[in-house]
């Protein structure tokens, strides 16, 4: 089947525009995840939803970063008033349940922020 | 963030030769994943490791879960130019949940 599915895979803005980042699971995966991977390095935990509900947001760097997946599915991931700092590689992960380790991830979003 | 130390950085070997890496954390996994990435692509899962001296095959590919549950070893044999890439060590620091700290990546190049 389809896999994990991100748009934009580009996406380059203006500092202190908003921007978001749309993440298409796996079809049926119930558990979704965020990672920021900077360039040369390993993926960054941002936060994870099971089915809608947002489990874990300790890893959102600060209140301009949010998410949602408001039906158990498609989630958004939105920067608020963008900072250059925030231009990374934004990727998405799901697992089936009772496989929540097995995270397979989505060719990512890559964002420049000028 | 917090990050993983894996070793080596990187590798230049010739085909054919075996690949030892590593992942140590100074912390208790619960769980431990290694994954390949390719240039453009994200993560994909090798081999997945669940308890204390776990050892797990996958093709070419073994694993280990160490003793102490502060690290983790990866091998790989009989290397391909296909096994370029760069491989990360992922931990679950905390039973119940699914936050995985990843590692610092090895770079692993072969050369025919």
């Known amino acids: 089947g389809a896999g994990v599915s991100q748009s934009p895979r580009y996406k380059v803005t203006k500092r202190g525009q908003d921007v978001a980042l749309r993440c298409d699971p796996i079809s049926g995966h119930v558990s979704l995840y965020w990672y920021r991977q900077a360039l040369g390095q390993g993926p960054e935990f941002l936060t994870y939803f099971n089915y809608e509900a947002q489990q874990d947001k300790s890893g959102l760097p600060n209140d301009r970063f949010s998410a949602e997946r408001p039906e158990g599915s498609i989630s958004t991931l939105t920067i608020q008033r963008t900072e250059q700092r925030d231009s990374a590689m934004y990727r998405c992960a799901s697992s089936a349940l009772d496989r929540e380790h097995e995270q397979y991830f989505g060719p990512g979003t890559r964002l420049t922020v000028t | 963030g917090q990050q993983l130390n894996q070793s080596p950085q990187s590798m230049f070997i010739q085909e054919g030769e075996d690949v030892s890496m590593n992942c140590t954390s100074s912390?208790?996994?619960?769980?431990w994943l290694w994954y390949k990435q390719e240039p453009g692509e994200g993560p994909v899962l090798l081999i997945a490791?669940?308890?204390?001296?776990e050892l797990t095959s996958n093709g070419r590919l073994t694993a280990q879960f160490g003793i102490t549950r502060k690290d983790s070893f990866l091998n790989i044999s009989a290397s391909i130019p296909s096994d370029v890439g760069i491989y990360f060590c992922?931990?679950?620091?905390?039973?119940?949940?699914?936050?995985?700290?990843f590692g610092t990546g090895t770079r692993l190049k072969v050369l025919a």
């Open positions: 912390s208790i996994f619960n769980t």
């Open positions: 992922a931990g679950q620091l905390t039973s119940g949940t699914y936050k995985y700290i």
């Open positions: 490791l669940y308890k204390a001296g």
